[in-house]
């Protein structure tokens, strides 16, 4: 990137700094990594209640036990998994397509009542989620009676005002004359939307994807609330079931939690090209 | 963010024809919103004077509000609320920010590596982070930052059980761990720079510096709005920090507003005055966020 | 017009993929749909046409992980519940053990609780002034009564005259030492078990059990929330079994009180225990217990016995497996000392099976059902189980005739104290009415713990934390409704 002189007149300069760079970034990276580290290591314990912390750096055996009685612990444990991906991808869809949308309607178009209704959108996010989880539980649980369903731990979810806000900041910087000029060529907005902005959009749009996903993937209490039977929990409460009255299935829990943990490596890693290459409007112009 | 071209914008921009559009790409996150969102608040807001109870609540007026405002401990979590995030945001805000400045020159796999590695505290489940920091934060000498402290002749602390560094540890422990965030979304918008603007300014023989104060820093001024005010409002609702590491302790020093409309929901059943509380919460964030709109807002909008 | 139309499409559009994820959702659960409709404690007032005896009911109950069995066994349960009484469905909701307050809490406060949550007797107050809870008395046979022995364990489960459910177990809560160190110090420790000691002595073993400074006397887990368990432990055995006397004063403002406050700083300040100990938590001090860094732990648990045998058993094999830097421990079972000439209370724990109504009134018939299915899950096979495997101490005939078949293995000696211990159990008190208990809970969240912790840390005295109490108890209870001595 040209923030950054692209060829120093010394590769040993250039070869120093990078160096450098990549010393304090690694420093800065070992309290950030210090708990998966953690995670996985304690994953490779005995698959034995464990009556202490153990506090060790490196653990004294390796096996596999644990993952072993993950896996053998429920019949449910990949379906754990399976019911985390369906709700975090369906909310991850939608809120790309829709808060997308909602994002570009609140930077681009102008129309009435746009900066009011913004604010109330905003305002939504600073009521803290204690108070309004028990009026929402009785909505979705006594008046719509969704208890236990995909629908209910989705529905809420579906268009998450952090995210038209993310949206809205970012679109507000793309170039307002490209618009401006496909609407001469005589697209419509739905068009503009579909084959202009998001297309422009994609390094937000992947970066929305991949946080949606993430927080829907470690959300853990509103589908305590409405799930009520083992076979439709998700991982993060599957997991919560190796605790019991006084004693934890520490490292069977940890490695649950690592095989949890794999299906966000890989979006990780999928989506990650699109926010690499960033994105430039003139190859769009072109 | 192609400045010159703001003010003129206003006038020639999207044709008021356009109004439909705009309502229909909205709508469902309109309709999501009023349902799962707006409904739950205006529940709260209505609970809020009320005597609630499960079988039949009571109109008592005002009386949960006058409560709160009489309330010392309510006025002493804003103040630990206040604290924690002027301590936390900006600080976070400035580390991801360099950290987002020092991946980019980098080659791609080092990038892609560096941002996965910053990123994957999400993956870890908040159980697993407070067994970890509990761990760091242990008050015995083998303690690992009693250790680390200890290699400089600093004698042990207990950290997370007294008044003075409790706080302090939870503050840190923001600093270390929660800027997966935004550092992506940082990394996104500085790629999102066009090289061109570079290369102008390299013409007029700009330097590293001015750079990044003439061309990264104006351009990112959306993006900062936005992580500065979910940051607030997130500091603002913090929660599980002080629930899992200190349970708002030693002598209430760590006690958050979260905390303590939780304890008071939950843990007392007294739903009208956590309501109540929300609400004045949910004022002082709001007038906040319209000082940072305005602050930060102005060659961004529109 | 054209436009108008189209964005008329770009809507259909939208809602079309809306109602597509929806649909998606609903697929998936065709099994789990009538139950949600049969929306808990409204029983089935459909079902009342049809003979008394044979109605359907549903009854839901939301159930944490009691036990690593209990879990693996709910399908189980549930179906012999359905054999035994074959109208009857059993719909067990689990839960993990530390949310389940949170959800219960949420249904509560929405009106809408299960039909029976496995919960802590000392809850009963907190949701009865909800007006959420269910009094079975009337519904309750004479053989499910019976079945309790002793028989106060039921008591336990009341408030005024109401019963609002069944106790599963009574495990006492106290202090556990190694026996090698134990011995080191001189402490006599057969003779503690069988006869007790006071704070003096008890400060003496201590004192000597960290003379050497390898490790510590005492250590108990205090952090966050632990203070409020640690400084009662103490107080039930200075004369405060509960916070109200027994004309209802409030308790903690007795002279006894300030007694025990002096007594925690003293044995910090001997040194006896360690300075950080405002932040040793339930882990740490286990782990502290395992490695020899203390002599004394608490709280400490029947299983304590079996989670160090079993650490033992590692250690033997040399595998690595065993907690880093642990030695071999002997878990023996200590009573809490007595202060200042008081008798012995012990702290005791019931946990049980609790009923809890919905906004409609329950019909008499689903009451019963309900009492059928609390009795159910607390007595018999189901008890037995789990409370062998918690170390926990049978309170029904029946769950102890189920449990003769199922050894195991405890140190005799350790058996006898907390047999002993059980005499003198804290006494059940359905004579404190909710509301009150539910201020006492209060005060104690919002003052005692917070000017404990500052205790501990030594930020305030003793004294200062006891005029604190007292302020507050005062603004609570009035000057005549709490303990002045």
Redesign the interface.
């Known amino acids: 990137m040209a923030l950054y002189k692209k060829t120093h007149a010394n590769p040993l300069v250039r070869r120093a700094r990078d160096g450098a760079i990549v010393f304090v970034l690694l420093l800065f990276a070992l309290a950030t990594l210090f708990p998966i580290y953690f995670m996985v290591i304690s994953s490779f314990g005995d698959a034995v209640e464990a009556g202490a912390m153990n506090y060790t750096l490196w653990p004294g055996k390796f096996t596999l036990d644990s993952y072993k009685f993950f896996f053998d612990y429920s019949e449910y444990s990949l379906r754990w998994i399976w019911n985390s991906l369906i709700v975090a991808a369906c909310v991850m869809v939608s809120n790309v397509v829709f808060a997308g949308m909602a994002g570009y309607a609140f930077s681009k178009i102008r129309f009435r009542g746009r900066n009011v209704l913004f604010a109330i959108l905003l305002c939504a996010m600073m009521i803290p989620y204690q108070v309004t989880q028990v009026p929402l539980y009785i909505l979705v649980v006594n008046t719509f009676e969704m208890e236990n369903t995909y629908t209910a731990m989705i529905m809420p979810g579906l268009v998450t005002v952090f995210n038209v806000f993310l949206a809205k900041q970012f679109m507000s910087s793309i170039p307002t004359e490209i618009i401006e000029s496909a609407k001469v060529e005589g697209c419509n907005q739905f068009r503009i939307f579909f084959r202009i902005i998001m297309p422009l959009s994609k390094t937000v749009l992947a970066v929305m994807a991949i946080l949606t996903f993430m927080d829907s993937w470690n959300t853990f209490f509103w589908p305590l609330l409405v799930t009520n039977s083992m076979d439709m929990q998700t991982i993060q409460l599957g997991l919560k079931n190796f605790r019991f009255n006084s004693t934890t299935y520490f490292s069977p829990m940890m490695a649950g939690a690592t095989v949890a943990a794999l299906p966000m490596f890989i979006l990780f890693f999928s989506l990650q090209k699109y926010f690499l290459q960033g994105v430039t409007v003139g190859a769009v112009k072109g | 963010m192609a400045q010159p071209a703001t003010k003129t914008y206003k006038k020639r921009m999207i044709k008021d024809g356009d109004w439909a559009w705009a309502y229909a790409f909205i709508a469902v996150a309109l309709v999501v919103y009023a349902l799962f969102t707006a409904y739950p608040v205006v529940s709260a807001f209505l609970i809020s004077f009320q005597e609630y109870k499960p079988l039949g609540s009571t109109y008592i007026g005002l009386d949960n509000y006058a409560e709160t405002l009489r309330d010392d401990l309510f006025w002493k979590s804003i103040r630990n609320t206040i604290k924690y995030t002027v301590l936390t945001v900006p600080v976070n805000l400035l580390i991801s920010f360099v950290i987002a400045i020092l991946i980019l020159p980098l080659r791609k796999r080092l990038q892609t590596t560096f941002k996965a590695v910053y990123y994957l505290p999400a993956v870890a489940s908040g159980v697993t982070m407070s067994v970890v920091w509990l761990w760091i934060y242990d008050p015995l000498p083998e303690g690992i930052l009693n250790q680390l402290i200890g290699f400089f002749g600093i004698h042990n602390q207990n950290w997370l059980g007294t008044s003075d560094t409790s706080m302090f540890s939870l503050v840190l422990m923001s600093w270390l761990s929660s800027h997966g965030t935004s550092i992506i979304i940082y990394l996104a918008a500085l790629l999102g720079i066009d090289d061109s603007y570079y290369e102008a300014a390299e013409l007029d023989g700009a330097n590293f510096l001015q750079k990044l104060r003439y061309i990264v820093l104006p351009f990112l001024k959306p993006t900062t709005l936005f992580l500065l005010v979910t940051g607030v409002i997130g500091s603002f609702q913090v929660f599980q920090n002080a629930f899992l590491m200190t349970g708002g302790g030693p002598d209430n020093a760590t006690t958050m507003v979260g905390l303590l409309i939780f304890n008071n929901a939950f843990k007392y059943f007294e739903f009208g005055e956590a309501a109540a509380q929300s609400l004045i919460l949910t004022v002082i964030i709001a007038t906040i966020a319209l000082i940072q709109f305005k602050a930060f807002g102005k060659d961004v909008e529109y | 017009m054209k ?2 139309k ?2 008329l499409t ?2 259909l559009a ?2 079309l ?2 109602s597509v ?2 649909a ?3 697929n ?2 065709n099994n ?2 009538p ?3 049969d ?1 808990p404690s409204s029983g089935s007032p459909a079902a009342s046409s049809a003979a008394p005896e044979a109605a359907k009911d549903t009854i ?1 109950a939301l159930l ?5 069995k209990y ?1 693996e066994s ?1 399908a189980q349960i549930e179906k012999d519940f359905n054999a035994l009484y074959p109208n009857l469905t059993l ?1 067990i ?7 389940m ?3 219960l ?8 609780p299960p039909d029976i949550a496995f919960i802590g007797s000392s809850s009963i107050p ?1 949701y009865l ?4 809870l269910m009094d079975i008395t009337d519904s309750v046979t004479p053989e499910m009564i019976a079945d309790y022995n002793p028989a106060v364990t039921l008591d336990y489960m009341k408030s005024g005259a109401g019963l609002y459910g069944f106790p599963a177990y009574m495990v006492v809560h106290s202090i556990g030492g190694n026996k090698q160190y134990l011995e080191e110090a001189g402490v006599d420790w057969k003779k503690v078990q069988q006869e007790g000691w006071t704070y003096e002595q008890f400060r003496e073993a201590i004192k000597s059990g960290a003379a050497g400074g390898k490790h510590y006397g005492f250590v108990f887990a205090t ?3 632990a ?1 409020r368990d640690y400084l009662t432990i103490l107080a039930k055995n200075a004369g405060m079994a509960d916070p109200f006397t027994k004309d209802l004063k409030f308790a903690y403002t007795s002279k006894n009180y300030l007694e025990v406050l002096k007594a925690v700083r003293q044995m910090i300040d001997d040194g006896s225990m ?8 339930a ?2 001090r ?2 502290m ?2 490695t020899g860094q203390t002599m004394i732990t608490g709280k400490g ?1 029947a ?2 016995e079996n ?2 045998k ?2 033992n058993a ?1 250690l033997e094999a040399n ?6 830097d ?1 030695i071999k421990v002997d878990y023996i079972v200590l009573p809490v000392p007595t202060f200042a000439g008081a008798q012995p209370v012990s702290t005791t724990v019931i946990d049980g099976y609790v009923t809890f109504r919905g ?1 409609k009134e329950p019909t008499a018939e689903h009451k019963a059902n309900v009492a059928k299915a609390a009795y159910y899950l607390a007595s018999g096979k189901v008890a037995a189980v789990t409370n062998n495997d ?1 170390f926990a101490s049978h309170i029904t005939e029946s769950a102890k005739a189920a449990a003769a078949s199922l050894t195991i293995e405890r140190s005799a000696e350790n058996l006898a104290a907390v047999e002993r211990m059980l005499t003198f159990a804290t006494p059940p008190r359905p004579d404190i009415p909710a509301e009150l208990s ?1 201020k006492a ?2 005060l104690e ?2 003052v005692i ?3 404990m ?2 205790l ?2 030594n ?2 005295t003793p004294e200062k934390m006891y005029d604190e109490v007292m302020k507050a108890a005062v603004k609570e209870f009035g000057a005549d409704g709490v303990v002045q001595d």
């Open positions: 436009s108008r189209k964005v770009s809507i939208t809602t993929s809306l994820l929806a998606c959702g609903n998936n659960n789990a749909s139950s949600a409709s929306s839901t944490p992980p009691i036990s690593p879990q709910i719909k909701e689990p839960a993990g053990w530390e949310d307050t949170q959800k809490d949420t249904q509560v406060n929405a009106g809408s907190k002034e909800q007006g959420m952090a966050g929330v203070a360690p300075k950080e100990l405002s932040s040793v938590d882990g740490k286990w782990n217990f395992l648990l299983t304590f989670s160090a079993a650490n590692k595998d690595g497996s065993a907690v880093k642990s906004k918690l539910a809970i209060k969240d919002e713990i917070p000017k912790q500052a501990l840390a930020e305030i």
